[in-house]
Nanobody, 120 residues
Framework: QVQLVESGGGLVQAGGSLRLSCVASGSIFHIVSMGWHRQAPGKARELVADINAGGGINYADSVKGRFTISRDNAKNTVYLQMNTLKSEDTAVYYC??????????????WGQGTLVTVSA
C-alpha cells in the first residue's frame, strides 16, 4: 500500500505564489517519477510538471518560466513552486507517482488532490 499526501493549496491573488508538497509513504522500493497534474472545472486532467529519479523534468508549456518542480529523494517528496499565478491556473492539483513496490511490481498512485484558486 502506497499513499500520496498533498498540501499547500489555497486561495491566492493573481500574481501571487503558492508551494505545493506531496509526500509518498508506504511500501516503496523505488520511485521512478513524481509529478503534478491538474484538472480545471469542465476540462480534462493535464500534466503540469514531472521529475524522474535522475532529475529529468517536463513542464507544460503554459507553466514554463513560472512553476518549478523539485524533489527530495531521501524524503520521497515532490514540490511545486508556483509563481506569477494566473486565474487560468485555478484547478485541483493532483500528485502522481510511478514506482516499484518490489523489484518487479510497478504501481501508479494518485493523491487526493488539493484545490488552488487564483482570484483575478
Amino acid at each position: 500500500q502506497v499513499q500520496l499526501v498533498e498540501s499547500g493549496g489555497g486561495l491566492v491573488q493573481a500574481g501571487g505564489s503558492l508551494r505545493l508538497s506531496c509526500v509518498a509513504s508506504g511500501s516503496i522500493f523505488h520511485i521512478v517519477s513524481m509529478g503534478w497534474h491538474r484538472q480545471a472545472p469542465g476540462k480534462a486532467r493535464e500534466l503540469v510538471a514531472d521529475i524522474n529519479a535522475g532529475g529529468g523534468i517536463n513542464y507544460a508549456d503554459s507553466v514554463k518560466g513560472r512553476f518549478t518542480i523539485s524533489r527530495d529523494n531521501a524524503k520521497n517528496t515532490v514540490y511545486l513552486q508556483m509563481n506569477t499565478l494566473k486565474s487560468e491556473d485555478t484547478a485541483v492539483y493532483y500528485c502522481n507517482a510511478r514506482l516499484y513496490t518490489t523489484p518487479r511490481d510497478w504501481l501508479e498512485v494518485w493523491g487526493q488532490g488539493t484545490l488552488v484558486t487564483v482570484s483575478a
